[in-house]
């Protein structure tokens, strides 16, 4: 089991491997100990990165962002830099398809980096430190811009101890 993103509700989206390559997402709430199986979303493509929103927390209502792309060996061409986004909502219990995010062909989203999800936007870094802007309906929501130079060559910013 993995842990594919968290919510601020301590309400965590989880993925379990099955057979034929194939994998199952989950809603989990440790504090009450609750599990609940998701629909598979279409999975032709390699998961890049997953989002989860809490859109309210008194009945859990929910979406899950999967941004994915083409595998290396696959036969259908997405393209370099093009990235599914395919959208869950708790409401309608379903999976559908998003928009095509494009980014330059020498630009990936940065695998190791969560999306950040605040006041209704959701933030993912690119590997040429620009930051790509998105609702929780995947479309763009305002013009990508670059971190200023000395966060992204860390100067003056130190890691702790």
């Known amino acids: 089991m993995k842990i594919e993103a968290s919510s601020r509700q301590g309400i965590l989206c989880c993925m379990r491997p099955t057979r034929n390559n194939n994998y199952r997402y989950y809603i989990c709430k440790p504090s009450i100990k609750e599990w609940k199986v998701l629909p598979n979303p279409k999975l032709r493509y390699w998961t890049v990165q997953v989002a989860f929103v ?9 979406k899950i962002l999967r ?24 409401k309608s219990l379903a ?22 999800n605040e006041s209704g936007l959701l933030y993912l870094l690119t590997t040429d430190d620009q930051v790509l802007i998105l609702n929780y309906n995947g479309e ?11 966060v992204s060559r860390n100067k003056d910013y130190k890691t702790k101890n």
Request: net charge neutral.
């Open 54 to 62: 809490v859109l309210k927390s008194d009945h859990v209502r929910f």
């Open 67 to 90: 941004f994915s792309k083409d595998s290396p060996t696959c036969s259908r061409n997405l393209g370099f830099g093009n990235y599914f986004c395919e959208i869950f909502d708790s």
């Open 95 to 116: 999976w559908r398809q998003g928009n095509i995010i494009s980014l330059s062909e020498d630009v990936c989203l940065k695998y190791h980096h969560q999306p950040i």
């Open 140 to 150: 763009e929501a305002y013009t990508r811009f670059y971190l200023p130079a000395q």
